[in-house]
């Protein structure tokens, strides 16, 4: 069960002109990102395919747009206080480029599953002027530990999604989208508090309103759905962290009301769709997305319910991925893409039983890739942990049905059950 995290007061949306004026103000802070073609998806696709390449941004994710935004606007007065937030990684980049440019003391609070990499780089980021501190197993449990310190000393707090000049900042995103391609059709949007969503749909709902805008959650944190579904935003009773820069939730209030409004679709990713597209766009494209940084080209991976008849935009939000987490990466997509399957067996105690599974039940393109003994001080009473990897998914009929003939004691481990929640 996750818990609401701490309310904040609303303040007045922000406006389409106040995206324009961020954008202004960021110009001489920020890197214009590229928008590059991808051959692979627009081969796929059957139509243009671009990359907004926010990857490449300064602190490698678009939330220094709106983390600067906010604190550069932050009256003289109010600055000796200092400011306080919470982020799972990337607006904390952001918060600490801004202070340490600025001149502005700093705390950020950090959930534990935030990867080592975006910690290491906001302390190298930051230096002197950011204290970090780790707390909560979710960002919404480290942003209420950031709203009592804020309440405790004073220190603004700067939010990553759902405040006026935040969502500004971030939609400045969408103010270069239609000036390096005046003719784009379709614009996919990473989502997790609603943030950038919202200032990107702001600038193009005005100077682009024939432009579909559609937002892309990652299937175990889609609290923006779940908001539209309940008419504002709710609590999600469970949240998968793994697309660490878009667990969250519950999105924002200032963000759900203009996404509300202003959106054509959101839709939702399996975060196994989303982990085969980081490797495809490692592979092919040369990007290190984080898995936030997938989510919008993961969606041309058929979960999209209206076809785009024109180009396509896919944000690539972010870049700060850990290299260690590459392994996990590589099992989900592969269970995702039905190449991986687990088994638990149980072989008689007699000679041969393994050579026998060995020959019996597996078939060409079929490899062994995990044997364990599951119960590891006595063997011979308890089955085996048994992985197997198929090079083409549509042989797991055929491995199944002779799994099923096989006189072995063989059951299948399901993918998305109890039991192989251990297996990741």
């Not at 290491?120 to 009592?148: C, H, M, N």
């Not at 024939?210 to 990652?218: A, K, L, Q, S, Y």
């Not at 579904?229 to 793994?242: E, M, S, W």
Request: with cysteine; glycine share 10%.
């Amino acid at each position: 069960m996750t818990d609401a995290p701490t309310p904040h007061p609303v303040a007045a949306p922000p406006t389409a002109a106040d995206v324009a004026y961020a954008a202004a103000r960021l110009r001489t802070v920020v890197r214009q990102t590229a928008l590059d073609p991808s051959e692979r998806l627009s081969q796929n696709a059957g139509l243009p395919v671009l990359l907004k390449r926010e990857d490449t941004q300064v602190c490698r994710s678009y939330k220094v747009r709106g983390a600067y935004n906010f604190i550069s606007s932050i009256a003289s007065d109010q600055r000796q206080n200092g400011i306080v937030c919470a982020s799972a990684g990337n607006h904390a980049q952001g918060v600490a480029f801004a202070c340490r440019r600025l001149g502005i003391r700093g705390k950020v609070f950090l959930p534990t599953t935030t990867p080592r990499q975006k910690r290491q780089r906001i302390k190298e980021i930051g230096g002197e002027w950011l204290t970090p501190v780790i707390t909560g197993g979710s960002y919404d449990e480290a942003s209420r530990a950031a709203f009592a310190d804020s309440a405790q000393t004073g220190a603004l707090f700067v939010h990553p999604f759902d405040a006026a000049l935040t969502i500004a900042g971030q939609g400045s995103v969408g103010v270069e989208i239609p000036e390096a391609m005046p003719g784009g059709d379709t614009v996919l949007v990473p989502v997790g508090g609603g943030g950038l969503l919202a200032g990107i749909c702001l600038w193009i709902r005005e100077n682009k309103p024939d432009t579909r805008i559609v937002g892309v959650e990652p299937e175990g944190a889609a609290s923006m759905q779940a908001a539209l579904d309940a008419g504002l935003p709710v609590v999600l009773p469970d949240l998968d962290t793994f697309v660490d820069g878009a667990a969250v939730a519950r999105v924002g209030d200032l963000s759900y009301e203009l996404v509300r409004n202003l959106v054509d679709q959101v839709i939702s990713v399996p975060e196994g769709a989303v982990c085969t597209e980081m490797l495809e766009l490692y592979q092919n494209e040369g990007i290190i997305a984080e898995p936030a940084g997938a989510l919008a080209s993961a969606a041309l991976r058929g979960y999209l319910d209206h076809e785009p008849d024109g180009p396509v935009v896919c944000v690539v939000s972010g870049g700060n991925n850990d290299v260690s987490r590459y392994a996990e990466i590589l099992e989900r997509s592969l269970i995702h893409e039905g190449l991986r399957h687990y088994f638990l067996v149980t072989f008689p105690q007699e000679p041969g039983a393994l050579r026998g599974f060995l020959a019996d039940v597996l078939g060409e393109g079929e490899d062994i890739v995990l044997f364990e003994y599951v119960k590891k001080n006595n063997r011979e009473t308890g089955p085996a942990l048994v992985g197997i990897e198929l090079d083409d998914a549509a042989k797991l009929p055929s491995l199944l049905e002779r799994i099923e003939q096989s006189p072995l004691s063989i059951e299948r481990i399901e993918p998305g059950s109890p039991l192989s929640g251990f297996l990741l």
